[in-house]
């Protein structure tokens, strides 16, 4: 089936920088929006930033100014820059993608990744 793989995770410094990277791959017709959330300890999960299929963004408010989100629609792969990174960001990045398969007829899914860890810390 579809499979989200997501790499760039780790530890950092207070105003560091990481680009976390997610590459889709399967039988894939369409792949619309994509997306990353973050989860941290005790906490729900939250949509950090979103793209749409025509480039569309959109951020959660206590990153704008500091994350950039993008696609490669060639390589089906999402992108998400961090800069001036803060020990608040921490959490595990799960990447989110809504593509449209075929079998007998459409399907809409929604796919996960495995998630990414992101530390920062001094």
């Known amino acids: 089936q579809v499979q989200l793989v997501e790499s760039g995770g780790g530890l950092v410094q207070p105003g560091g920088s990481l680009r976390l990277s997610c590459a889709a791959s399967?039988?894939?017709?369409?792949?619309?929006?994509m997306g990353w959330y973050r989860q941290a300890p005790g906490k729900e999960r939250e949509l950090v930033a979103d793209?749409?299929?025509?480039?569309?963004?959109n951020y959660v408010d206590s990153v704008k100014g500091r994350f950039t989100i993008s696609r490669d629609n060639a390589k089906n792969t999402v992108y998400l820059q961090m800069n001036s990174l803060k020990p608040e960001d921490t959490a595990v990045y799960y990447c989110?993608?809504?593509?449209?398969?075929?079998?007998?007829?459409?399907?809409?899914?929604?796919?996960w990744g495995q998630g990414t860890l992101v530390t920062v810390s001094s």
């Open positions: 989110n993608a809504r593509v449209v398969v075929i079998i007998t007829g459409y399907r809409h899914l929604e796919v």
């Open positions: 399967g039988s894939i017709f369409s792949l619309n929006a």
């Open positions: 793209i749409t299929s025509g480039g569309i963004t």
